[in-house]
């Protein structure tokens, strides 16, 4: 509003409607420091994964994303592409993220591991400890408003917790040092396997949703 018209508005008397938020600005991310990091994960050797790997899967999105999705490990075709959530679950996650007005480019979608585990087999403690040294640094140099765990191993590593993935669902978890909040919701392979469950996937999306709308940034 210029300077004239708030002058004839306080002479009106008229109380002015003026946003209590802050503008909305994300926390820049450290480039070369985001650049070091995926070089240094791309020359990763530092487990028996890097043995079998066509690709390291680094993440995917926005450096300034304000949601952070957190899946388990590459499957197939993101070995093959470098590229997390490309399969089938893949299009689940993004269709799942157009639920709630997200695009896959809105958000940085990242997994515990960046390497694929033979056949696909759950990762091993040992893997999990060396490798989400990378997963830490992401998320601190992301700052994102919210951390969305896909799946049990996801959950439990950020949580550090082994309980059931259904008793971590509708509530506010908080992650490490950040305290950074964070949500659980059903990974998309197992939604792939039990489609009955889409729809508790979906209040948890809606769940997501809401609180995003009240993050300040
Ligand atoms: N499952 C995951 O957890 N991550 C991927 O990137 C693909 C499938």
Not at 112 to 123: E, F, S, T, V
Request: aromatic residues 6%.
């Amino acid at each position: 509003m210029n300077t004239i018209s708030s002058h004839y508005l306080d002479e009106l008397g008229i109380i002015r409607w003026e946003s209590r938020y802050a503008p909305q600005t994300a926390p820049v991310c450290d480039e070369s420091a985001w650049e070091n990091l995926k070089e240094t994960v791309k020359h990763c050797r530092q487990c028996s994964l890097h043995q079998g790997r066509t690709n390291t899967v680094f993440g995917v999105g926005s450096q300034q994303a304000s949601l952070m999705i957190i899946g388990e490990a590459p499957g197939f075709h993101e070995d093959q592409q470098g590229e997390p959530f490309v399969g089938r679950a893949g299009q689940l996650l993004t269709a799942m993220l157009k639920s709630i007005g997200l695009r896959r480019e809105d958000v940085f979608i990242a997994n515990i591991l960046k390497c694929r585990p033979p056949d696909n087999r759950d990762p091993q403690a040992d893997e999990i400890q060396t490798c989400t040294a990378f997963l830490t640094q992401q998320i601190a140099l992301i700052q994102p408003d919210l951390l969305l765990a896909v799946g049990r191993i996801a959950a439990q590593y950020l949580l550090n917790c082994s309980s059931p993935l259904k008793s971590l669902r509708n509530t506010i978890h908080h992650y490490g040092e950040s305290q950074t909040p964070l949500i659980v919701t059903y990974h998309p392979a197992y939604l792939l396997r039990s489609p009955a469950d889409k729809k508790m996937a979906f209040s948890d999306l809606q769940f997501v949703r809401k609180k995003l709308s009240t993050a300040v940034r």
